[in-house]
């Protein structure tokens, strides 16, 4: 029997700059997503994971995608 390693989650800094609600509210996210990956190796990450259709994001979810694409210019800058 193989030990399970479960997956830790780190933030970047300022990963949370733009979210719009109280520090409490934060925590319960930042909690709410660390206690989704806490027992779960990477091999089930990667059974559940998808690639992502940006078009059809784009087309279903414009607001979440904009704010994807901007995260994404502020890592590259």
């Given at each position: 029997?193989?030990?399970?390693?479960?997956?830790q989650v780190?933030?970047?800094?300022?990963?949370?700059?733009?979210?719009?609600?109280?520090?409490?509210?934060?925590?319960?996210?930042?909690?709410?997503?660390?206690?989704?990956?806490?027992?779960?190796?990477?091999?089930?990450?990667?059974?559940?994971?998808?690639?992502?259709?940006?078009?059809?994001?784009?087309?279903?979810?414009?607001?979440?995608?904009?704010?994807?694409?901007?995260?994404?210019?502020?890592?590259?800058?």
């Amino acid at each position: 029997m193989t030990k399970k390693t479960p997956l830790q989650v780190e933030f970047d800094p300022g990963a949370f700059d733009h979210f719009e609600g109280t520090q409490e509210e934060l925590n319960e996210l930042i909690a709410q997503i660390r206690d989704t990956f806490a027992n779960m190796t990477p091999e089930e990450l990667a059974e559940r994971s998808r690639i992502v259709d940006w078009k059809e994001l784009a087309e279903e979810e414009p607001e979440i995608a904009q704010r994807i694409l901007d995260q994404e210019k502020r890592n590259l800058q």
